[in-house]
């Protein structure tokens, strides 16, 4: 079956060179010579297939000492392993040369087979680890015998239990863990949870198996014989999870699609079971291009240079990076494309299920950015109406807020829908302790932060309603009303709305609006207030405030910034605010060909000089400090 090349990158798989390389490499194996001596060969192993033998030396066809060719060498080292005589180990220096020779011992293991079906099946079984050899063999196999006989290949092998059709691995050996895996399926059914979440929950509690050897022969077979009867064999399959197992074996994107085009032509398939499949086909498209898209962006990464060869992969990595970059769009646009051409309600609700779930928590890269934009580019496009936006407000998470605040941030007749997702917003703050992470970090985080700006922003009065935002979430400091667990855990909801309100103040300050200063005045003296009542207590995210901020004081004070921060400054508690919020305001300066001037420089010095000894004797974090010495050298 067919797999993308980007799932296993090495230097030889990326060489610009590889395809003319294959190519003369089969030329020289197709001389009479290489011909006769791997078609020997091939029958010598061949009639020792599942035999359990003492590797023997005389099993050896050719060891021609005065051919040093490469060929040569891969070809013994060929023998030495199929014959369990390891030798030698030229697997990677001659990684095309042995390639070529798997697929043709495949060919002529095809030719010995014949068409005897009732042996296929043990012979796969013998050489199934054998990756490319397997693969040649079934390639070649004569696909008259394979058609007499596709309605056996289609029929699953009997079992009482579809533990008995795969091999478990660690705690799935246990068959009782199977029975307890059933029934947490079952409970999921009767859940009604939306169909991407099923699929992922689903998905996640059972892992760790691989089919027996006679459901990959008949997989590899109907695959190859005819697609939409190989859709029909996946379909039979008793559970979701080994569905999703026979689908992840196919990794070719092209095929991917083709399965999908497939599927939603089907018929006889009731219209829930419908909507299963093809959200469950679209997870495997979607973590196939994911797969690909984290190990383009892991190998191009210069942290893994240790020496020039790494650098000369490195380097080609980036450029095949680059090109999936152009690729990964159209590839998005076509699984949809073909979705939306389909039932329409079936698509707007696996798209609307998506916009959920999608998280880019723990991906480096921005794949689900993308993705998340171009799902939202399918529903604008096939109008989107009020019903499909309220299953967004339906549960208060981050993903639901930010596919709303995107649809109702685009929708022109928008304020109603703004402000529900706004009074959403508010009440998931409220209610939920947002665990959020520093912006430039985790992507959905910061998109979150900019989608909320923007809602803030389009409604009618969004100087009052910020207010008002604060009034819902702050907890009282002190007296009858007062719980320091809650109190302290508010911090990461209260600081993530106060980012967001800036956010606003760059949407107003476009639009040239007065309610962009007063916005940003307000929540300037709001923030350095609460700064001042923490008590000690102190968060990462309130670093991030400061720095946003800091970092737009120049926009709106450009003419008299020096005499607000010399005030303001002594507002600040320690070292490390002072630095934050001098760095911060020096770098935007620095985007407005602009310096810092000499008086600020003048107070900062002295501040660091009142303070540096006293905070080295109290940081234990010796990065934190060296971090502070840094950035005073460059704003002095």
């Given amino acids: 079956m067919g797999r993308d090349w980007r799932l296993n990158l090495s230097l030889s798989n990326i060489n610009i060179d590889k395809d003319l390389l294959i190519s003369s490499i089969r030329d020289q194996l197709a001389s009479e010579y290489w011909m006769e001596q791997i078609r020997v060969f091939t029958v010598k192993w061949f009639s020792q297939l ?9 099993k050896i066809i050719c060891n021609n000492t005065i051919d040093e060719s490469n060929l040569m060498k891969a070809f013994i080292f060929v023998q ?29 293991l095809a030719n010995l087979t014949g068409k005897d079906f009732e042996s296929w099946e043990t012979v796969y079984t013998s050489i199934r680890r054998e990756y490319v050899i397997c693969d040649s063999w079934c390639a070649h196999l004569p696909i008259e015998t394979i058609n007499s006989n596709v309605e056996r290949l289609l029929v699953l092998p009997k079992f009482e239990h579809p533990f008995e059709l795969v091999n478990p691995i660690g705690s799935l050996m246990n068959r ?29 509690m059972i892992e760790g198996f691989t ?78 291009w994911r797969k690909i898209d984290e190990n383009l962006v892991n190998k191009s ?47 707007v609700e696996i798209t609307t299920s998506m916009l959920c779930h999608l998280n880019a928590r723990n991906n480096r890269t921005k794949f689900v950015v993308l ?57 998931f703050l409220s209610t939920e302790t947002y665990y959020w992470y520093q912006p430039g970090m985790i992507l959905d985080d910061e998109e979150l932060l900019h989608a909320m700006g923007e809602a803030l922003f389009l409604l009618k009065s969004p ?29 990461s909801n209260i600081t993530h709305l106060y980012i967001v309100a800036i956010h606003a103040t760059d949407f ?59 005030m303001e400054i002594k507002r600040l508690d320690n070292l490390k605010q002072v630095l934050i919020s001098i760095a911060s305001l020096r770098a935007n300066i620095a985007k407005e060909d602009g310096r810092l001037s000499e008086s600020i420089k003048h107070q900062i010095t002295q501040i660091y000089n009142q303070w540096i000894s006293y905070t080295e004797q109290k940081e234990r974090n010796k990065n934190l400090l060296e971090w502070m010495k840094k950035t005073f050298e460059e704003i002095k």
């Fill in 80 to 108: 030495n392993k199929l014959f369990q005589i390891m030798n030698e180990n030229y697997e990677y220096e001659f990684e095309f040369e042995i390639e070529c020779i798997y697929e043709l011992i495949g060919m002529n």
């Fill in 50 to 58: 599942g035999e359990n033998q003492s590797p023997q030396q005389d």
């Fill in 463 to 491: 100087d009052v309603s910020i207010i008002e935002a604060f009034s819902i979430i702050e907890l009282p400091t002190e007296g009858w009303g007062y719980q320091a667990g809650k109190y302290y855990s508010s911090f």
């Fill in 301 to 347: 990464d210069k942290r893994t240079v240790f020496q020039a060869s790494d650098e000369t992969f490195r380097q080609k990595v980036e450029e095949e990076k680059i090109n999936w970059q152009i690729e990964l769009p159209k590839r998005i646009d076509d699984v949809f494309n073909l979705l939306y051409s389909s039932d329409e309600g079936l698509s």
């Fill in 176 to 204: 009782s863990n199977w029975d307890y895996f059933m029934e947490r399926h079952k409970d999921l059914r009767a859940q009604s949870l939306d169909i991407w979440e099923f699929i992922e929950k689903s998905l996640s």
């Fill in 211 to 288: 089919f027996k050897p006679i459901l990959n022969f008949q997989s590899n077979l109907i695959h190859r014989y005819d697609k939409k009867l190989w859709m029909q064999w996946v379909l039979q399959l008793p559970l979701i999870n080994f569905q999703e197992y026979a689908l992840t074996e196919v990794s070719d994107l092209d095929e991917t699609e083709l399965f999908l085009s497939i599927l939603l032509n089907f018929e006889g398939l009731e219209k829930e079971t419908l909507k299963e499949k093809v959200a469950l086909l679209i997870w495997v498209i979607v973590d196939l």
């Fill in 371 to 427: 993705l998340r934009g171009k799902l939202l580019d399918f529903l604008f496009s096939n109008n989107l109406d009020l019903i499909s936006f309220n299953v967004f407000l339906e549960k208060k998470s981050k993903n639901y807020l930010l596919s709303g605040a995107r649809i109702a941030c685009k929708q022109e007749n928008r304020r109603n829908m703004v402000e529900e997702v706004w009074r959403a917003y508010s009440t």
């Fill in 508 to 566: 107003l300050r476009e639009a040239k609006s007065p309610l962009a200063l007063k916005i940003y005045d307000y929540v300037w003296e709001k923030f350095h207030n609460w700064l001042r009542h923490l008590n000690g207590y102190y968060t990462d995210e309130i670093d991030v405030v400061l720095q946003q901020l800091w970092s737009r004081l120049y926009k709106y004070y450009p003419s008299n910034y020096s005499v607000k921060v010399e």
